[in-house]
């Protein structure tokens, strides 16, 4: 942070924190953290730095999860917990279901988190949402939670038509999502209604242009997460689809989705190319990009609020 509090340091670029926005947004923009990632083989420290990810995650979530008035059971799908949120004031016989897929780079965000994270998905679901706690590396790298996620949407199309399930999640939760429904639609299976991929983490190659240009300027992803892609991804190929969904053939369906960003955020550039990819498709697709936003938002700004609502419209559209 420079001295003067309406703009930030980055390297040698003096870069002024828009008056225009919410006093909580500028006071978030002013915040300065710096990540750091432990050695690819260095367990111990992944472990650890999952222990503290966690700490700070529900610092933040927590106490915006316990003001929604929600009842919450934990139930398992074979080895996978599941937290199933249901807003009070849910019709018994409401059928649909939203699959939440928590964020955290891959390797942050289970239990407590998710549980959390689960809760507050409930402002734009609108309907019962199960939250995956799907498991982490390094003990679980991939493929294990991209199955976990794919074994939670088979169990409930054993019991939901698809049109009645929609999936979401942020950031690293979205990367999930999106290859969980191109895993899904490749083994046969039917489709969600639709997909909720925000600030999406769809390219573990970091190709796009914005892993350059925003480097630094984002001061929620504060560094490349490259070190957490390579521990999930075990040494396959980053570009494969189902670790880099950005990279699928969307020529063979899929749903209508909805993709936001902030005009600061290090995957910017995930969303936008994703979104053109569905276009070229001819899949619906809609993108809404925050202005100075970094990764994921300003954590409870009226700004996020008004993104919100405009999902929740989404979503209610989608239904089947």
Same mark, same amino acid.
């Given at each position: 942070?420079?001295?003067?509090?309406?703009?930030?340091?980055?390297?040698?670029?003096?870069?002024?924190?828009?008056?225009?926005?919410?006093?909580?947004?500028?006071?978030?923009?002013?915040?300065?953290?710096?990540?750091?990632?432990?050695?690819?083989?260095?367990?111990?420290?992944?472990?650890?730095?999952?222990?503290?990810?966690?700490?700070?995650?529900?610092?933040?979530?927590?106490?915006?999860?316990?003001?929604?008035?929600?009842?919450?059971?934990?139930?398992?799908?074979?080895?996978?917990?599941?937290?199933?949120?249901?807003?009070?004031?849910?019709?018994?016989?409401?059928?649909?279901?939203?699959?939440?897929?928590?964020?955290?780079?891959?390797?942050?965000?289970? $239990? *407590?988190?998710?549980? +959390?994270?689960? =809760? !507050?998905?409930? /402002?734009?679901? @609108?309907?019962?949402?199960? %939250?995956?706690?799907?498991?982490?590396?390094?003990?679980?790298?991939?493929?294990?939670?991209?199955?976990?996620?794919?074994?939670?949407?088979?169990?409930?199309?054993?019991?939901?038509?698809?049109?009645?399930?929609?999936?979401?999640?942020?950031?690293? $939760? *979205?990367?999930?999502? +999106?290859?969980? =429904? !191109?895993?899904? /639609?490749?083994? @046969?299976?039917?489709?969600? %209604?639709?997909?909720?991929?925000?600030?999406?983490?769809?390219?573990?190659?970091?190709?796009?242009?914005?892993?350059?240009?925003?480097?630094?300027?984002?001061?929620?992803?504060?560094?490349?997460?490259?070190?957490?892609?390579?521990?999930?991804?075990? $040494?396959?190929?980053?570009?494969?689809?189902?670790?880099?969904?950005?990279?699928?053939?969307?020529?063979?369906?899929?749903?209508?989705?909805?993709?936001?960003?902030?005009?600061?955020?290090?995957?910017?550039?995930?969303?936008?190319?994703?979104?053109?990819?569905?276009?070229?498709?001819?899949?619906?697709?809609?993108?809404?990009?925050?202005?100075?936003?970094?990764?994921? $938002?300003?954590?409870?700004?009226?700004?996020?609020?008004?993104?919100?609502?405009?999902?929740?419209?989404?979503?209610?559209?989608?239904?089947?």
């Amino acid at each position: 942070m420079s001295d003067d509090s309406t703009t930030r340091q980055v390297g040698a670029r003096t870069v002024p924190i828009p008056s225009h926005l919410s006093a909580h947004a500028q006071f978030f923009l002013g915040i300065e953290r710096t990540d750091t990632y432990p050695a690819l083989d260095d367990h111990d420290g992944w472990r650890a730095a999952r222990a503290a990810g966690n700490a700070l995650r529900l610092g933040a979530y927590g106490p915006m999860a316990a003001a929604i008035d929600a009842e919450v059971e934990e139930i398992t799908v074979g080895p996978v917990p599941v937290y199933v949120v249901t807003p009070v004031g849910i019709e018994p016989d409401d059928d649909r279901v939203f699959l939440d897929v928590h964020g955290g780079a891959l390797t942050v965000g289970n $239990g *407590a988190v998710c549980r +959390a994270t689960g =809760i !507050l998905a409930t /402002r734009y679901s @609108g309907v019962t949402t199960w %939250a995956v706690d799907y498991r982490l590396p390094p003990e679980h790298p991939f493929p294990t939670p991209l199955d976990d996620c794919l074994a939670v949407y088979e169990a409930l199309l054993e019991t939901h038509a698809p049109g009645r399930i929609i999936l979401g999640g942020l950031s690293a $939760g *979205a990367n999930l999502v +999106a290859a969980t =429904i !191109l895993k899904a /639609r490749d083994a @046969g299976l039917p489709m969600p %209604a639709a997909a909720v991929l925000l600030s999406p983490h769809l390219d573990l190659t970091e190709s796009g242009d914005t892993f350059h240009t925003n480097m630094g300027i984002d001061n929620v992803l504060s560094v490349s997460p490259m070190p957490a892609s390579l521990l999930y991804a075990n $040494g396959h190929d980053l570009a494969d689809p189902h670790l880099s969904p950005l990279f699928g053939d969307f020529t063979k369906g899929f749903p209508p989705t909805l993709l936001t960003a902030g005009t600061r955020d290090l995957f910017l550039s995930n969303s936008a190319r994703m979104h053109r990819a569905l276009r070229t498709a001819g899949i619906e697709a809609e993108l809404h990009v925050m202005e100075a936003a970094p990764h994921a $938002g300003f954590l409870g700004a009226p700004e996020d609020l008004e993104l919100l609502a405009d999902v929740r419209r989404f979503v209610d559209a989608q239904w089947q």
